[in-house]
């Protein structure tokens, strides 16, 4: 389960950090700050690689404690 978010935070991350930089380029016009959307799509890639590579699973957790 917790894979499978840092999964979708990982690619929303990188959906709004490419929409962001590419408005405050002037590229793509959205209705929503451009700063805001890259800073936010930073946080969100970031902290989704972090729970990918630093968590385990809570199938594994749950394997481990059965032993």
């Known amino acids: ?6 999964l ?13 930089v590419l408005g405050i380029f002037g590229s793509i016009s959205t209705g ?3 700063w805001a959307m ?3 799509g930073g946080v969100f890639f970031l902290s989704g ?3 990918l590579k630093y968590r385990k ?5 749950d394997a481990e404690n059965k032993r």
């Open 32 to 34: 929503l700050s451009p």
């Open 8 to 20: 979708v935070m990982v690619i929303g991350g990188a959906i709004a950090l490419v929409v962001g």
């Open 38 to 40: 890259a800073i936010l």
């Open 1 to 6: 389960m917790i894979k499978i978010l840092a």
């Open 49 to 51: 690689i972090s729970l």
């Open 57 to 61: 699973d809570t199938d594994v957790i």
